[in-house]
């Protein structure tokens, strides 16, 4: 039983998709698509852009989501997914994935997402911070006694936690941190304080538009961030990606979930393929996983 998950923001690289593009047909129909749905060329930036370039928060998300969604497509009847979950942003390919939005949709709701996380950035300085060798439980008690806003906020595998929230807020959670024994409490250098209350306007904003986009019946489960379960329900789902913006990402509960459940082999589907396989050793390093 195959799952395959999607990689979120911080997955992109230069050069991203041009291979796909010259060697598919398939593919240089969809980025061509995409460029029309965006307004601009966003296939000339993941092609022959730098690294600043591909920081922009107009390209970054939806690159991110076309490298993902494009290679998917391009494995055929190959792709048959039994389950599939994606990190953060990767959650819309996911969804893309399994049929339960297009492939316009999702585009159209990864770029309305960007637009309103940037904005909810820019209304108050904000950022986060990677919380390594400490358990969990730790992480959140320091968060809750810090008189600021801070929060845990991506649960990457055991050992691994971001904290998110006020610039005072991380700062002072790391530094507490630091103290009692974190291998290592780093600033993040990100746009703002993605998945903490910080980003309560921008999930207003994305609600109005998920609320607005058509939804179907999804070709297999997904397990998504906010709670880490699988669900096949529409209206669920739609719930849950309004409530991640706000909420952890669930990775480790979700990676153990999917083991539990008899997944025998967890697909990594975009980006350099590496970083989800690796979060999954993490979690159990005899797991078979893969890059498609």
Same mark, same amino acid.
């Not at 993941?46 to 690294?51: D, I, K, Q, W, Y």
């Not at 974190?182 to 538009?209: C, T």
């Not at 459940?261 to 393929?273: A, K, R, S």
């Given at each position: ?8 923001q911080?997955?992109?690289f ?62 055929? !009847?190959?792709?048959?997914? $039994?389950?599939?979950?994606g990190? @953060? ?7 893309? &994935? %399994?049929? =339960? ?82 291998s ?11 998945h ?11 609600? !109005?538009?998920?609320?607005? $986009?058509?939804?179907?019946d999804? @070709? ?7 709670? &880490? %379960?699988? =669900? ?61």
């Amino acid at each position: 039983m195959k799952a395959y998950v999607f990689p979120g923001q911080g997955a992109q690289f230069e050069g991203m998709g041009k291979d796909m593009y010259e060697n598919s047909s398939l593919a240089r129909d969809l980025f061509e698509q995409a460029n029309e749905i965006l307004g601009f060329r966003i296939s000339d930036v993941m092609f022959e852009g730098n690294a600043e370039d591909l920081k922009q928060t107009r390209v970054t998300q939806p690159a991110v989501f076309l490298h993902s969604v494009i290679k998917a497509a391009m494995a055929g !009847a190959e792709f048959q997914p $039994a389950a599939v979950a994606g990190h @953060s942003l990767g959650e819309f390919s996911a969804l893309v &994935a %399994n049929k =339960t939005l297009t492939f316009e949709n999702g585009l159209r709701l990864v770029y309305q997402r960007a637009m309103a996380m940037q904005k909810a950035c820019e209304m108050q300085e904000s950022t986060m911070a990677a919380v390594l060798g400490l358990d969990d439980a730790l992480v959140e008690q320091v968060c809750r006694e810090i008189d600021d806003v801070v929060v845990p906020a991506n649960y990457n595998c055991p050992g691994q936690l971001v904290i998110s929230g006020t610039v005072p807020g991380v700062e002072k959670a790391v530094s507490r941190l630091q103290d009692l024994g974190a291998s290592k409490a780093i600033i993040l250098q990100v746009g703002g304080a993605f998945h903490s209350p910080l980003m309560q306007p921008a999930k207003e904003e994305l609600e !109005a538009a998920i609320a607005a $986009a058509t939804f179907g019946d999804p @070709s297999c489960p997904i397990y998504q961030n906010v709670d &880490a %379960n699988p =669900t096949s329900d529409p209206a669920q789902i739609r719930k849950n990606l309004i409530d991640q913006l706000t909420a952890p990402v669930r990775w480790t509960q979700t990676m153990l979930h999917m083991i539990g459940d008899g997944v025998t082999e967890i697909i990594e589907v975009g980006g350099t393929g590496k970083v989800l396989r690796g979060f999954v050793a993490r979690v159990d390093r005899r797991f078979p996983t893969s890059a498609l």
